[in-house]
């Protein structure tokens, strides 16, 4: 995942005046600024307070004040740009991992740092795996996708064991699952039995991984319903965007909705899948996403049923 961080610029000019002789008023609060330090921004002239309280920015991790370049997070952090050298930023939320911000965090044996809230989720067990796959699998049938829900087994991995499976299966993968497909055939040749594997990065958090999986039954779904040899970007925007419903029903379930932590996770997610900037990943997605926006949903999962592209 790329780091969804923004450096910012403090875009006004302050002078820092110490005023001894002239009689001035603040702009905000309109009290008389006596023989006191006051702030010049844009032409106009705040107390101390004031300044303090509308126009300082302050740092999330050590509380101090910032002057000059920051780094701005998408959950409104902002941090001075010298705490990357010493904090890592965790994969899953892009926040910098801080007891302040993120109540810490863990490094897992693969190098991935994660941090406290979201490690707080994460899936560590196949069992609980196992129960989030049945429920993204209900929610894809009430979003008409149908999925035979035999023959899948999900097998929780790591960064190293998901990658060794992708050159295995001589496929170029940064993802962080893998769908592999394996069909039987009878002695007359005809299709008798087809098993497919799920392999989930171990310990993403719950939303994360929701939406991987989600990602990964779609793949499942062109396996049992589409042409095996379909366009890599119809087929991948489509899984991505079979993800994406999936976190928009999520978002209107009570329980996400009222955690504001889960819900902004929710928003992050899908902020994520609409401006991946990959040709397949990303520009895949939008265009199934126009398509459905122009000819509904159906008419999108019937041309991905019978065809090889886009129309
Ligand atoms: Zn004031
Ligand atoms: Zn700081
Ligand atoms: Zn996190
Ligand atoms: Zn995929």
Known sequence: MKKRMMIMFVFYTIFLITNLYSQINCAKCGKRINNESYYEIQGKNYCEKCYKKYFATYCSLCGKEIKGRYIFDFWQNKYHEFHKEDHDFCEYCARMICDKVTKGGRTYQDGTHICNLCYKSSVQRESKANILMKEVLNELIWLGIKIDPENIELQLVDNAQLSQKAIDMKINSHHKGLTKYTAFENQKGDISLENFTIYI????????????????????????????????????????????????????????????????????????????????YGDGFRRVKELVEKHRKKYWLDHLKNFRNFP
């Open 201 to 280: 990065v171990i310990g993403m958090p719950e939303l994360k991984f929701i939406e991987v999986i989600a990602h990964e039954l779609m793949h499942v779904w062109q396996y049992q319903n589409s042409p095996l040899d379909n366009d890599l970007a119809f087929s991948e925007g489509s899984c991505n965007y079979a993800a994406y419903l999936v976190l928009k029903k999520y978002k209107n379930k009570h329980y996400y909705k009222s955690n504001k932590e889960k819900s902004k996770m929710i928003d992050f997610l899908i902020m994520n899948l609409e401006t991946n900037t990959d040709k397949i």
